[in-house]
């Protein structure tokens, strides 16, 4: 109730704008143009192994580079990468890009990795975040642009994704950080077990969103972008590149994100395939890409051919079949890739498997 004359306390009053005042804001400010808006709030998903983190890195990196992304304008500012799910394994990745593609010379680069993070439900870990966000915005003397949250399921342990109150709770701190540092967020996450579905969990994630991308296939489509237009597509490859040798001599790589299209073979026509294959295909283009080593060449491998594990693959679609144990997902891959190898699609020796290029 309010006090006194009436008026409510002023800082429970809301900003109002009559109609006959208002005016365009034509210096609005913008991360990525077209794409990502200041203080927006968005979503990259997409099934494991997609190359979603490699995709929500690069448009980090992009934002605090200032460098032009896909054509589109960019407002260089601090950006910071929450890795709650991968931890300090990420910073291959980010030490991989650094060292290709940015000069010694260049100025000390306004982004950080944070490799633990807090948990968005918790309003007391939020608020010390916040805290190393003002003091991070003060070392790079950049306005805070981007916080990214990789996963959304590793940022809100405990919670159940299909909880509303739960959801609504996780989206308030991209709220909270719009308001306090004007500042955009996005969160990593995971489709469901159909990714033609959507995103897992409440509706409410995708109702709340400003920009929604879904990743699949080395495609990333715009399912959402308010004031913009969704359907929009950007294809990517990643190229493995090698980081050097660890203490045992051993070969340390990662991936680069390319934005030229990927050049593993695709299948123009997936028609006639069934639903376990099309998830094998899914899974193994984004394992070789990450993870393919170059044979030399057998009486059954082609030579040069991009293989991987079948054994990885597995351990990647595990998660798929919940009510399986691991030699029934494994039976289950098996009978997957035979059939894809019986179409044309892939190929399989003991441990290796490999795509192929079927006719049209």
Known sequence: MAKGNGEPP??????????????????????????????????IYGPSGSGKSFFTADIAQHIATGATWRGRRVNQSLVVYVASEAGGSILKRFIGWRDQRISEAADPLPLAILTRGPSLLDKMAVAVLAEQLLEMQDKAKLPLGLVAFDTLSRSIPGADENSAKDITEAVSVSDYLRDTF???????????????????????????ADCVLRISDHLAVVEKVRDGVAGEQFPFSLEPIDLGTDSDGDELTTCILSHEGSNIPRKPNLKGLGKNQRLVLEYLRPLIAETGQRTGGTSVIPDGVLTASFNALCERMVGLYPTLKPWQVKKRVNEAVLGLQASGHAAMHNDYVWLRSPPI
Request: proline content about 2%.
């Open 10 to 43: 002023a800082q429970r009053r809301f900003p109002v704008t009559w109609l006959s005042d208002a005016q365009l804001d034509l210096n609005s400010r913008y991360l990525v143009k077209g794409l990502i808006d200041q203080g927006s709030f968005s979503i």
């Open 182 to 208: 004007k500042a955009s967020t996005t969160f990593v996450h995971h489709s469901g077990k159909d990714i033609e579905q959507g995103a897992r969990g409440h509706s409410s994630l995708f109702a709340a």
